[in-house]
């Protein structure tokens, strides 16, 4: 998708929820990868990744410097507190640096027409390397045709047109959807697990293969007669005598509270809806639509089947978060 530029994977989050040392074994291609503390890049170096890693947050303390070092770490430098700690850095041996411009996201970078006077202390810095990467992040790259990322790709051109240096621009929508913002590094994190943020689409729509499924197992099928309540504060009411089906899956696993009664799962190919709220260890499910369901039988919550941006619909939320909030009690199984 973006044939002409390297790629940065973004493992945050744990793997984006899938497990750190997991993804990035399966992504060790990658010309480096991006993580939002220290802590990760400690863990990619200790299972033997030798790629450039990017510490997307930035340094917090001047003992981060001697870590960065120890570890071969490039940092992002977006606020003037980083600064003064390079400047306050007695070390000679260079550090990689990314400087972060606020191109509209108005989080993290700096001002656009500060950025010469900062670039040109960076590159006078002992400390810092000579190759200083541009990069700026955008805020509403998911939608293809809205007029905000074109401005910041606008505003970041004219920023950066008079300072040397590879730029790295585009996030996963913006890989998908705003080819012209690619150039030198792409910063791959959602679409590297299958996922899609971008409205009413999900990864397959863009050819892309979700990495993770959760599912879980039929533990009880009741017989629940009309008018009866189900779960939690009795949200849902049986029309009719049916048959209720209860899954051993709940917000404690990360699957979320919110999903409203309709959401789908699957049971051997066959969709049936969430009733009532999800508990902390288990759901109810209405098995009206498949009389052959039994105890034991495999329930599928997302995946390739089941699109994870359908159940993150269905909970107001998207499926990044679906998946990063996955807990350590769910079993992981490398398929």
């Given at each position: ?7 940065m ?21 990658a010309d480096?990868?991006?993580?939002a ?15 450039r ?6 340094i ?9 070092r ?35 996201m ?10 010469n ?8 810095m ?22 905000q990322?074109?401005?910041?790709l606008?505003?970041?051109d004219?920023?950066s047109?008079?300072?040397s ?9 913006a890989?998908?959807?705003w080819?012209?913002?690619h150039?030198d590094w ?12 971008v409205?009413?689409?999900?990864g397959?729509d863009?050819?892309?293969k ?10 009880a ?14 949200t ?9 089906g ?7 696993d ?25 508990s ?11 009389p052959d ?5 495999d ?7 089941l ?12 499926s ?16």
């Open positions: 998708m973006a044939p002409h530029s390297k790629v994977a973004v493992v945050k989050a744990d793997g984006y929820g899938h497990g750190l040392e997991r993804v990035a074994r399966a992504l060790e291609g480096a990868f991006g993580v503390a220290l802590s990760d890049a400690e863990r990619l170096r200790a299972v033997g990744l030798s790629q890693i990017v510490l997307l947050s930035g917090d303390d001047a003992s981060d410097l001697s870590a960065i120890r570890l071969g770490v490039d940092t992002v430098v977006h606020h003037d507190s980083q600064l003064a700690l390079l400047q306050q850095d007695t070390e000679t041996d260079p550090i990689r640096v990314w400087l972060k411009l606020d191109t509209g108005h989080r993290l970078g700096f001002a656009p027409e500060r950025a006077t900062i670039y040109t202390q960076l590159k006078m002992p400390n810092v390397h000579d190759d200083v990467t541009l990069m700026t992040h955008f805020a509403s790259s998911d939608e293809f045709d809205g007029r990322t074109a401005l910041q606008n505003v970041f004219e920023t047109k008079h300072l240096g590879l730029h790295s621009l585009s996030n996963s929508a890989i998908l959807g080819p012209g913002a150039q792409v910063r791959a994190g959602g679409a590297l697990y299958g996922l899609s943020v409205d009413d689409q999900t397959a863009f050819g892309l979700p990495a993770m499924s959760l599912s879980t197992k039929l533990i099928i009741n017989h629940i007669k009309k008018g009866e309540s189900i779960g939690y504060s009795a849902w009411q049986c029309p009719e005598d049916m048959p209720v209860v899954a051993a899956i709940g917000y404690g990360g699957y979320p509270r919110h999903a409203a009664a309709g959401t789908p799962v699957l049971i051997n190919g066959v969709r049936v809806p969430i009733i009532g709220r999800v902390m260890d288990l759901m109810t499910l209405d098995l009206r639509g498949i369901a039994k105890v034991g039988d329930v599928l919550l997302w995946g390739p089947e699109p994870v941006e359908i159940i993150a619909k269905a909970a107001g939320s998207i990044y978060e679906l998946t990063c909030s996955i807990t350590r009690r769910v079993r992981f199984i490398e398929a």
